[in-house]
């Protein structure tokens, strides 16, 4: 049974067709090196050098980044050092102020204190010199009366009890 199939010839290739793809092939290896290697190869070598001084450029950028960050926060600690100053200084201004404040105004209310406490008492010594005068001037006026009604003992003595009492 023959059914028309050359085993052995699909089997194995043939030696000239394998020549020529061979050739084929170490030529179009040849031309790519000759005309594209080294045209490829450049590219990928300017590629690889951008990606570095790209790469390079980014530490540079992270570098500087790193700096302004630390100028930065040394910047933001020196103003809360500052700003404490500040705060400080204008608690001590203000109990200072507050201090000066209640002193002045405990010597002004002494000092009004004193003045009225003076002030009353020349009122004081005012009022008696005036109830002296007025005793005295009753005085005057009870005698003036006795010695113009100067009759005995037992009138005179009504007479200043009733003066006494509101004539």
């Known amino acids: 049974m023959d059914l028309g199939i050359d085993i052995q010839g699909n089997l194995f290739p043939n030696p000239l067709t394998m020549v020529t793809q061979l050739l084929a092939t170490l030529l179009i290896f040849l031309m790519f090196k000759k005309f594209l290697w080294k045209p490829v190869h450049e590219i990928l070598a300017k590629r690889a050098q951008a990606m570095q001084g790209e790469l390079n450029e980014a530490r540079q950028t992270r570098a500087a980044a790193e700096n302004y960050l630390a100028q930065a926060k040394g910047k933001v600690e020196e103003a809360q050092v500052t700003s404490k100053q500040i705060v400080s200084a204008a608690r001590d201004e203000a109990d200072k102020l507050r ?3 209640v002193s002045d105004a405990d010597a002004r209310a002494k000092s009004r204190i004193e003045a009225a406490e003076a ?3 020349q009122k004081e010594r005012e009022m008696r010199a005036e109830l002296q ?3 005295a001037d009753l005085a005057l006026l009870a005698t003036e009366a006795l010695l ?4 005995d003992e037992k009138r005179d003595r009504e007479f200043v009890d009733s003066f006494l009492k509101g004539k």
């Open 119 to 121: 002030e009353i008492a």
């Open 148 to 151: 113009h009604e100067k009759v």
């Open 99 to 101: 201090e000066s404040i």
């Open 133 to 135: 005068d007025e005793v």
